[in-house]
């Protein structure tokens, strides 16, 4: 019942953060792709539509509640699509920050970010570190460039989140 809450959440979240870009720019969120940072247009929630495609994206206990969030392909590569389906990534049952801290799949750059590669979750569900919980939820969310994401009148996503809690 306590996700079901936080997945309404988060897509009410992603859907008053397109309807408050609306009279502006675009707004822009950065994020990360093979521990590199990586940039995005917020286009919000597709609706209808539970799964597109092969392009995934990884929310780490949330929509950018304590780190950006983690893409599975970018343009250039075969699987990329603008179009994302949604994964939120939890600790799993009697796993706790800590022993996640001391696995092989941590970022290099902790704290600011616990996982900046797909390949890491997976390897960390694989593991029994973390669960991967897909909502039904497909995102419109094109990569474009910093500069892109910078340009006068977008607003950008904050990139400073609280630190991690012992469990998400």
């Known amino acids: 019942m306590k996700r079901k809450l936080a997945l309404l ?17 675009a707004t822009t969120a950065n994020g990360w792709y093979e521990g590199e940072e990586i940039y ?6 597709e609706e209808g539509v539970t799964e597109r495609g092969e392009n995934d994206l990884y929310l780490i206990g ?19 699509s603008p179009h ?7 600790t799993a049952e009697g ?5 996640i801290l001391t696995s092989p799949y941590v970022s290099s750059h902790y ?8 390949e890491d ?4 569900e694989a593991a029994g570190l973390v669960t991967i919980e897909t909502p039904g939820v497909v995102v419109l969310c094109p990569v474009i460039s910093e500069q892109g994401a910078e340009a006068p009148g977008n607003k950008e996503l904050p990139e400073v989140f609280p630190p991690f809690p012992n469990k998400f």
Request: hydrophobic share 55%; no cysteine.
């Open 9 to 25: 959440l988060l897509v009410m979240g992603i859907l008053l953060m397109v309807t408050a870009s609306a009279s502006a720019g």
């Open 40 to 45: 995005y247009i917020l286009g919000g929630v």
């Open 62 to 80: 949330g929509d950018r509640v304590f780190q950006a969030n983690v893409a599975e392909f970018i343009p250039g590569e075969a699987g990329y």
């Open 84 to 90: 994302w389906n949604v994964n939120v990534v939890h």
């Open 95 to 99: 796993v706790t920050l800590a022993d």
């Open 111 to 118: 704290p600011g970010a616990l996982f900046d590669d797909v």
């Open 121 to 124: 979750i997976l390897d960390a």
